[in-house]
């Protein structure tokens, strides 16, 4: 007889949560478009077009790369998988195509623990950082709308002079 283990994603993946993993089943499924139970580089290309982020035919080959225990160049769901666990772990390189496959996947993977508290406070910087960023672009467009309103007195200023100079 074949000594084909069968697969449990909630036996060997125990850092995720079960709704976690069946989250993770959906999403697979879903952009397993053949239905034979692998995204293929098609079926990626799609995918990562879905969640916003497309990638280039090196960085799809890239990612596939990454995580491709049995090198049959497409990813098993248990493959699909590793790409959560490495997110969670913090082993993806941020302008990755897997980092952004996990971060727009909509499935939090964040460990809890110190990696949490980390995360929290790195999470909590970022947004101080993006508050203050977005406080600077809205002056920015004040400034910007403060500028054209004047532009625009003068435009008219210059404008009742010339018509003043045509009325005598």
């Known amino acids: 007889g074949g000594g084909r283990r069968v697969f449990s994603p909630a036996g060997e993946f125990r850092e995720f949560s079960r709704r976690q993993l069946r ?3 959906r999403l697979f499924r879903q952009y397993d478009a053949g239905k034979d139970g692998f995204i293929d580089l098609m079926e990626l290309k799609l995918m990562m077009e879905k969640l916003g982020a497309p990638q280039t035919h090196l960085g799809l080959k890239n990612m596939i790369k990454e995580v491709d225990e049995d090198l049959d160049s497409k990813l098993s769901f248990r493959e699909f998988l590793l790409i959560f666990r490495k997110a969670a772990a913090g ?3 941020e302008d990755s195509g ?10 939090d993977v964040s460990t809890e623990g110190v990696k949490g508290a ?7 910087a970022q947004a101080i950082n993006e508050a203050s ?3 600077e672009e809205i002056r920015a467009e004040q400034e910007e709308k403060k500028k054209q309103a004047e532009e625009l007195k003068q435009r008219k200023a210059a404008f009742k002079e010339l018509q003043s ?4």
């Open 23 to 25: 989250d993770m089943e």
């Open 91 to 93: 082993e993806l390189q």
């Open 98 to 107: 897997l980092h952004a496959l996990a971060r727009l996947s909509e499935i």
């Open 118 to 124: 980390k995360n929290f406070f790195e999470a909590k």
């Open 133 to 135: 960023r977005f406080e």
């Open 165 to 168: 100079t045509f009325t005598q």
